[in-house]
């Protein structure tokens, strides 16, 4: 309407605006068709590093190595060589005299660093304007290839190392260390099941010697990605050939790799911690003594195609704190919300999760209660876990394959996790799925591929992983006879004083 008035009076000609103006250039739009086929970009080099990229509007980017080097690969060596190694990230290098030095170096281009250990993989990663790339790529290169490890620098680590080990027991959050324990009780001894912290005895033992030795086979470049997201492939690439090709590390290198390639072993079993959690949360509003269990069954690799519908499920138990404050999108609708958590006043906590390797995977549930009402909770979350068997209704799980389509795809508007979604598909598969490949595949999960993928989850053994009071924990052997059962009780037991 308003074209039309202004058109129309004053003189001006009547035109069209779907008409080109005269002498005014053609214009170009984005498109959005096309450009995705070739987002991420991969180079291998000569040394058999991977270079992987994608290109995201922008003046800062993150790149970053990530090495196929985690606790996982402890088998042969003192257990805590990955703890240390992400200590000791960004501290003296060849070129760095000190941690500040590179802090200050990083500055200069509104630059962030940080190096993140998991069992299989060690990611050092910065985040820093585009325009300082070949400096991001030197001194990462010298961060990985070249640190001193000082005497200073490893009695500090030492320190740093037994103040986390003492945290980690005093948490009012006792996640990450149940974490710990039902890895160690499903993979007893062995890859993913070795400590992802480095035990209390192993702090004095590992040393300069021992950490070159682990380096010298890990840390190869046919084991490495640079992964780069916020800039152009050809410049990753160029500063890669400059500062990664013919680069020999501090600690030599030797002509034939020692590495361990064991495959995952699930065991099953039970690993307790009988321990005091009455003083856990002191204060105004102490946390009421809690007893924790998690329980998981074997799933699968993230290599399989089972990982998607193991996934759509996690997603549709959820769960989480009776105090969340629930909304949209929280997941109120979920499994252990509706059955868990709504009807049993008592319980504090029942989450689901998911825990995926390259040759395995396990699929736990966390839950917390008075410890008197221990074996109650074990019984409850038995039965979920039989339920899960059963059919999925049509509206919880498009609820959960919504809510995981929706989850991944916020989660990678951001930088970050673009960067570690790249690199970490990359050193695993060579390859990246992309997103939209990732919705089509949750979108084509059905109820059946849930019953098939949880009725083969529950042939495993149970993993177990108790702490807090355990007067009223069962045995081993009669969770184990729960989840055999059609409908996951507890086989009974009679005692004749309570």
Partial sequence: LIAVVLFSGGGYPNISLSTPLPGIPKPLFASVDGQEKYETKITTL????KVASQNKFGQFCTVGILVNSGSRHEAKYPSGIAHFLEKLAFSSTAQYGSKDEILLTLEKHGGICDCQTSRDTTMYAVSAEVKGLDTVVSLLSDAVLQPRLLDEELEMTRMAVRFELEDLNMRPDPEPLLTEMIHAAAYRGNTVGLPRFCPAENVDKIDKNVLHSYLRNYYRPERMVLAGVGIEHEQLVESARKYLLDVKPVWGTSSAPNVDLSVAQYTGGIVKMEKDMSDVSLGPTPIPELTHIMIGLESCSYLEDDFIPFAVLNM?????????????????????????????HWMYNATSYHHSYEDSGLLCIHASADPRQVREMVEIIT?????????????ELERAKTQLKSMLMMNLESRPVIFE???????????????HELCHLISSVTAGDIKRVTTKMLRSKPAVAALGDLME??????????????????????????
Avoid: C, W
Avoid at 319 to 341: D, E, H, I, Q
Avoid at 383 to 395: C, K, N, T
């Fill in 46 to 49: 000569e040394n058999g590093l």
């Fill in 316 to 344: 549709m138990m959820g769960g989480g704190g009776s105090f969340s404050a629930g909304g949209p999108g929280k997941g109120m609708f979920t499994r252990l919300y509706l059955n868990v958590l709504n009807r049993h």
């Fill in 383 to 395: 039965r979920e876990f039989i339920q899960m068997g059963g059919s999925a209704g049509e509206m």
């Fill in 421 to 435: 979604d790249v690199g970490r598909q990359v050193l695993s598969t060579g390859k990246r799925k992309l997103p």
């Fill in 473 to 498: 924990l069962p045995s081993y052997e009669h969770i184990q006879a729960a989840l055999s059962s059609k409908d996951g009780r507890l086989p009974r037991t009679y005692r004749l004083f309570r």
